[in-house]
């Protein structure tokens, strides 16, 4: 975790990634992935939604990033990742409902340890979601964090994949 006096913050740019695995499904079944493994010496753009099949995740979020991969490639991206607090089967249902195929990399953090760790947790108990990510982008350079864009709110905008096109 990242702790500054004894308290737990929120990830900076500048940050290095915390060693906390995800997983990811595959055709052997699921496969746990470290976000330090897979950006080592690449450019991963990872996404956050709060919840695989939700509406704004679902009709706008996911389809940004997958309408834009390929600019986004072109602007140095190797990796486009999106990170939930689900299970691994439901972020691998989501992305063959959306067509991913290998666009973008679905990654479950199920036990929610990633999104705790750097300090990026949301309530949605009132919407009988429990505890799940809020809604970020960030750019990660060999490990380490260069671009986080957080949402404020509900909705979509510092977040979008236009928006970290521009950045990058």
């Known amino acids: ?18 060693s906390i695995n995800l997983t990811t499904m595959t ?3 699921p496969k746990p992935v470290s976000l330090t493994e897979l950006s080592a010496g690449k450019k991963v753009v990872l996404f956050a939604v709060p919840g695989a099949f939700t509406p704004t995740c679902s009709v706008q979020h996911l389809p940004g990033f997958l309408e834009k991969n390929s600019d986004l490639k072109d602007k140095g991206a190797d990796i486009v990742a999106c990170i939930s607090v689900n299970d ?15 666009d973008v990399l679905m990654l479950s953090d ?9 300090g990026l947790e949301m309530d949605g108990s ?20 260069s671009i986080l864009n957080v949402e404020s709110g509900p909705g979509l905008d510092v977040s979008s994949a236009e928006t970290i096109l521009e950045q990058l």
């Open 110 to 118: 199920g036990n929610g340890e990633f999104t705790a760790a750097i």
């Open 27 to 29: 055709s052997e079944g």
């Open 1 to 18: 975790m990242i702790f500054y006096k004894g308290e737990k913050m929120t990830i900076q740019v500048g940050d290095t990634l915390p």
């Open 126 to 145: 009132g919407f009988g979601l429990g505890t799940r990510s809020q809604r970020y982008a960030m750019v990660i350079d060999d490990g380490v964090v």
């Open 88 to 102: 691994p089967f439901v972020m691998h249902a989501w992305g063959e409902d959306r067509k991913v195929g290998d």
